[in-house]
């Protein structure tokens, strides 16, 4: 069922029945130990996965960067912050306060607790943040921190987009907003999640742009049962017999040697030419960023998305050649 939800509503529900689960406590227990929080962060990553059409392979930024939410490690880390800043506002229970209090002096006396796991776990992020000493900490400050945790996730994210090969399509990537200029935004519902509202073009759309597709490409980088080898990338090569490499580009835009597909091509080239002309001269040179420049673009997408489907499904019919 969750598969052809449309996104939005997808998000709505999970903050709604799944997030409550998973933060549950988090502001009073402190993830110090990573492998307790790994069982809750499966829950989360599964549910998005499942929400996005994408399997168990997939990489793990862009279902947060796809959907607009947060990694449950930083959404936790962010919840303990905002009680930590309920308990030194001057109008909380004293008992509390000297209990929070309790705490950071066992801290600065080298003893475990909960100041001392929630110091530990913040400076143990990919970009750590210092937590400051109790003194003179105020629910704006707590506040702030929050935000910092909210942006370390952000350069988290981006930066394992930008260092993945698989992801080029969503490098640099400009949000197409609605009545904005585009934008570069890490964490948003994608404009496709949104304006695609077949399921399946949807989800060929969202495969197609983290490699999850179905082309030699990457089914070959994994090793299967019958497979034990990865195959190298000039060796994956067209299911058609091109020659060439079958990959996104060779499939969407150059692969003649299958007539459907060819035939869905020209329809799908003269849907986009008013757009974009370039679409009519594409060469192997410009084609990424030709391809870049219709999916990320509102008036264009469910197009590319309705193309993306068909092709995957002329693709699907053949059977790979592996080496
Ligand atoms: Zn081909």
């Known amino acids: 069922i969750i598969g052809n939800l449309p996104p939005k509503e997808g998000r709505i529900l999970y903050m709604a029945c799944v997030d409550p689960h998973l933060v549950s406590g988090a502001d009073v227990v ?14 989360q990553t ?3 996965r499942r929400l996005l059409g994408l399997g168990a392979y997939s990489m793990r930024a862009p ?26 506002d001057p109008k909380t229970s004293p008992y509390a306060r000297a209990a929070l209090e309790d705490s950071y002096n066992l801290y600065l006396n080298s003893h475990q607790g909960y100041w001392m796991d929630l110091a530990l776990v913040m400076s143990k992020l990919r970009y ?47 949000e197409p907003l609605k009545d904005e200029a585009p934008q570069k935004i890490t964490l948003i519902l994608r404009h496709y999640l949104e304006l695609v509202t077949n399921p399946n073009h949807r989800k060929a759309i969202t495969r197609l742009l983290v490699s999850q ?22 060796l994956r090569v067209c299911r058609f017999g091109c020659r060439e490499i079958e990959s996104v580009e060779h499939a969407l835009f150059f692969c ?14 003269n849907a986009m030419q008013g757009f974009d002309p370039t679409v009519l001269t594409v060469a192997p040179w410009n084609a990424t960023r030709v391809l870049r420049g219709l999916i990320f673009r509102r008036d264009t997408v469910c197009q590319v998305a309705k193309y993306a489907y068909k092709v995957f499904a002329i693709f699907n019919g053949e059977v790979m050649v592996w080496p």
């Open 128 to 174: 750590p943040v210092a937590l400051p000493g109790l003194t003179g900490l105020t629910p704006d400050l707590c506040a702030d921190l929050a935000k910092e945790v909210h942006k370390s996730a952000l350069k988290h994210l981006d930066g394992e987009v930008q260092a993945s090969t698989r992801l080029y399509l969503l490098h640099d990537r400009l």
């Open 213 to 234: 597709h179905p082309l030699a490409i990457e089914r070959m980088r994994y090793k299967s049962r019958y497979h034990r080898v990865e195959v190298p990338r000039d």
């Open 63 to 88: 279902l947060f960067t796809e959907l607009g939410l947060i990694p449950l490690s930083y959404r936790r880390i962010i919840l303990a912050l905002r009680y930590v800043g309920y308990l030194v």
């Open 46 to 48: 599964a549910f998005l």
């Open 256 to 269: 003649k040697k299958k007539t459907e597909l060819v035939e869905c091509r020209r329809g799908f080239v």
């Open 30 to 43: 402190i993830d110090s130990n990573p492998k307790l929080v790994e069982s809750l962060e499966k829950v």
